[in-house]
C-alpha cells in the first residue's frame, strides 16, 4: 500500500526539526509532496496548481507550534483547504418552490443518473415525507425506461410513463402537467446520456431544461472518472445552470479526487455522494470525510 501524505511528510521534515515556522526553502518539497498525492488522487493538473499556490500563501510563515512539526502543520492546512474547497454550500435539495419541485438530472450514460434518481425518490420520500414522480426522457434506450420503472417501484415512488417515439421535452412537459394534477411535490426528471459529450445532447437537454425550468439541475458524475471528469464538468457547465453535483461509486477503489475537479470548475455544491449499487447507497457529501480520503 502507498503510503499515506503524512507519512511522506514526516519523512521529509526530519530534516527540519526546530524550525518554528514554515519558510519558503521548505515548502517547496512538501508542496511537491502535497501536489503529487492530489494527482495520485486523480485530480485534474490545472486544478492541483490552483490548489498548490492557495495552499502555499497559507502555509509560509505558518507558525508550528507545540508538538507539532512542518510536515503535521501543512496536512492540516492541506486539509482544512480541501475540505472547505469541496464543502460549500446546501447540502440537501432545495425544494423552495411552487410545487411541483422538478430536478432535472444530468451527465454521461453509465455515471449512474437512474439510479441516483431513484436514490433521490427515496431520500425524499422517507426523509423528507414528499410525495414523489419520477419520468425517463432517455428515449435512446428503451431499456433505461423499463430500468427506472423498476427502480423507482424499489424506491416506493410513483414513475410517469413515456416511449421512445415521444420528444424529450414533450414526455417531460406532460409529466409536469400529471405531477400537477395530481398533487405531487416533486418530479424527478432522468435524461439520456451518451457515452461522451457531444452536441446534440447538449442541445437536447437545455431544451428539456428551458420547457421544465428545474428548481434542481443535478450533474451526476463517477468518481472513477478520475482525470476525464474535469472535461465532464465543463460541458456539462456551460451547457447548463448546474445547482448541485451527485458523486457517484464512492464504494469504488478510487480515492475521490474527481470531486474537487468537479467543484471547482462547475462551482456547484457535491450535495450527495453514491456509496452502493443498492437504493439505499446515497449519503449527503461530508467534505471534511472526503479531503481525508483524497489526503491518503
Ligand atoms: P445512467 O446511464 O447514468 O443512468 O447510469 P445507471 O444508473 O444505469 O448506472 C450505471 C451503473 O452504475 C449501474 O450498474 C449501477 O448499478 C452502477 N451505479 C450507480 N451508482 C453507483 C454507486 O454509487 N456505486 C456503485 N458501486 N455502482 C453504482
Do not use: C
Amino acid at each position: 500500500m502507498a503510503s499515506t501524505l503524512t507519512d511522506r511528510l514526516s519523512r521529509l521534515v526530519k530534516t527540519m526539526r526546530g524550525q518554528a515556522r514554515i519558510t519558503e526553502s521548505n515548502v517547496q518539497d512538501m508542496l511537491r509532496e502535497v501536489r503529487m498525492a492530489l494527482l495520485e488522487a486523480d485530480v485534474a493538473l490545472p486544478v492541483v496548481r490552483d490548489f498548490i499556490n492557495r495552499v502555499k500563501d497559507k502555509a509560509l510563515g505558518q507558525e508550528v507550534i507545540g508538538s507539532l512539526n512542518p510536515g503535521q502543520v501543512l496536512v492540516s492546512i492541506v486539509h482544512k483547504e480541501l475540505a472547505a474547497t469541496m464543502g460549500e454550500g446546501v447540502a440537501d435539495l432545495n425544494l423552495a418552490t411552487q410545487p411541483p419541485a422538478v430536478i432535472l438530472m444530468a451527465g454521461l450514460q453509465g455515471a449512474g443518473k437512474t439510479t441516483t434518481t431513484a436514490k433521490l425518490a427515496k431520500h425524499l420520500i422517507e426523509k423528507r415525507k414528499k410525495k414523489v414522480l419520477t419520468v425517463s426522457a432517455d428515449v435512446y434506450r428503451p431499456a433505461a425506461i423499463e430500468q427506472l420503472k423498476t427502480v423507482t417501484r424499489q424506491a416506493g415512488g410513483e414513475w410517469f410513463a413515456s416511449t421512445p417515439d415521444q420528444k424529450p421535452r414533450d414526455i417531460a412537459l406532460a409529466a409536469l402537467d400529471h405531477a400537477k394534477r395530481h398533487y405531487f411535490d416533486v418530479l424527478l426528471v432522468d435524461t439520456a446520456g451518451r457515452l461522451a459529450i457531444d452536441e446534440a445532447l447538449m442541445a437536447e437537454i437545455r431544451d428539456l431544461h428551458a420547457a421544465i425550468k428545474p428548481v434542481e439541475t443535478l450533474f451526476v458524475v463517477d468518481a472513477m472518472q478520475g482525470q476525464d471528469a474535469i472535461n465532464t464538468a465543463k460541458a456539462f457547465k456551460d451547457a447548463l445552470p448546474l445547482t448541485g453535483i451527485v458523486l457517484t461509486k464512492l464504494d469504488g477503489d478510487s480515492r475521490g479526487g474527481a470531486a474537487m475537479s468537479v467543484r471547482q470548475i462547475t462551482g456547484a455544491p457535491i450535495k450527495f455522494a453514491g456509496v452502493s449499487e443498492k437504493i439505499d447507497g446515497l449519503e449527503v457529501f461530508d467534505a471534511d470525510r472526503h479531503a481525508g480520503r483524497v489526503l491518503g
